[in-house]
Every structure is written in C-alpha cells, then in structure tokens.
C-alpha cells in the first residue's frame, strides 16, 4: 500500500512568490493535515482538511491557504513568500472510525527554501 | 502547548533495551497517548497509542502508570536505526470531540551507540 506523498521534494523561491504544495493521501484516507516545520521551532499544526473542506486551522496569516479535492488530495499555497517561511511541509493523512479520526500518517516533506 | 514533558535526550547501545519516559501529569480520562518519531528531515512515523492498558506491537512496546500521569517507550533491541527524535504525544480519544490536531513538544533525541 503507498503511503502518503508530496511534491515537490524541494522547492526554492524568492521573497514575495507564490508557492504551491501537494499531498495525496493513503488511498481510503479522507482526512489531510498540513505542518510546518521551521528550524528551531519545532512542528507546528498548520491546516486540516476533511471531505473537502477546512476543518481547522493553526496560528498562521491567511497568506497560507488551501484546499481538498474530490479525490481527498490536497494542495497548500503560501503566498506573498516571506524568508521565514523556509521550513519542511508536511502532509498526514488519517481515516475515521467511530465517529473520529485515527492515527496520522506523515509524508516525507517538502523543503521550502525562500531566498 | 504540549501537554507532555521529555528528557532532550538519550543514549542507548546497540542491541540493548531503549526506555524513553514522558511525563504528562494533567492527561485527562478521555486522552491517549501516542508515540511518534521522527528520523533526520523525514516525516515522523507513528509507533505506537494507548490509553490505560500496556500496549505492544512490532514496533515497541508502551508501558502507562496506574495514575496515567506518565508512560514510557520501550524500543526491546534498539538498533542504528532507531537514532532519531521521539515524540509523546496526548491527544482526545476518538469519537470523543477535540481538536483533530497533534501537538508536538520538543520530542527526545535518541542515539543509539554502536
């Protein structure tokens, strides 16, 4: 069974770009998750997507944005890049059971550089 | 903020047991506990949950107090692989309500020694 994945692996831009990254979920996942991993800081819960719609969100501007698609994948937008926003991606993904969610699975990242 | 605390880190020798503590003394009844890791740049793996029970899987095994308020991790033969950042994590049952989110902490760094 493939697990969670992303891409791009790496993606470099520039101050003040726009930058798009997606995640395909385990098959039969309808949950997605989104985190951020800054140097230094730790991960940090971004955004949370279910059935194709924003469940809950972290503490980030608006200029993180997302959204899900019929086919549970999922893309996060960062725009108006700042230098701060270098940091790993990383999509979960979880299914429900029970009237909840179960555990989540990661993806392997994508490594945002903004120069 | 992380519900739980964890040393920063610890060593281990090859082939010998790996017991990571977490303490999570404000844990309430409807919360698990779960385990995460997570090896250099990769996306964390999940180990491992449990409730009040002892849990075991092919992975490791999770030892909870009576009083819940702390648990350990216990990698049985600690291999060079499992050199990584462990994470223990609280988080509402499911089915029961709360945040979807985990909340991570600062994890413990685990090198395992040849």
């Known amino acids: 069974e493939a697990g969670v994945t992303q891409s791009p692996t790496h993606l470099i831009k520039t101050r003040g770009q726009q930058a798009t990254l997606r995640c395909s979920p385990i098959s039969g996942h309808t949950s997605v998750y989104w985190y951020q991993q800054a140097l230094g800081l730790g991960l940090q819960f971004l955004l949370w997507y279910d059935e194709g719609e924003e469940r809950n969100r972290g503490n980030f501007p608006p200029r993180f944005s997302g959204r899900q698609f019929p086919n549970y994948s999922s893309e996060l937008n960062v725009n108006a890049l700042e230098l701060e926003d270098s940091a790993l991606y990383l999509c979960?993904?979880?299914?429900?059971?029970?009237?909840?969610?179960?555990?989540?699975?990661f993806g392997p990242g994508t490594r945002l550089t903004v120069l | 903020d992380a519900k739980t605390t964890q040393p920063t880190s610890m060593d281990c020798a090859e082939g010998r047991a790996a017991n990571l503590p977490c303490n999570h003394s404000?844990?309430?009844?409807?919360?698990?506990v779960y385990w995460y890791r997570q090896i250099h740049s990769q996306g964390p793996q999940y180990i491992i949950h449990g409730l009040k029970n002892n849990e075991t899987n092919e992975m490791a095994s999770l030892i909870i107090t009576e009083d819940r308020k702390s648990s350990t991790l216990i990698l049985p033969h600690a291999t060079l692989r499992d050199t990584a950042v462990y994470y223990c994590i609280v988080r509402v049952a499911i089915g029961q309500g709360g945040s979807e989110k985990l909340v991570f902490g600062k994890g413990t760094k685990l090198t395992v020694n040849p």
């Open positions: 404000t844990i309430s009844g409807n919360e698990y």
């Open positions: 979960a993904s979880s299914w429900k059971r029970g009237g909840g969610y179960n555990e989540q699975f």
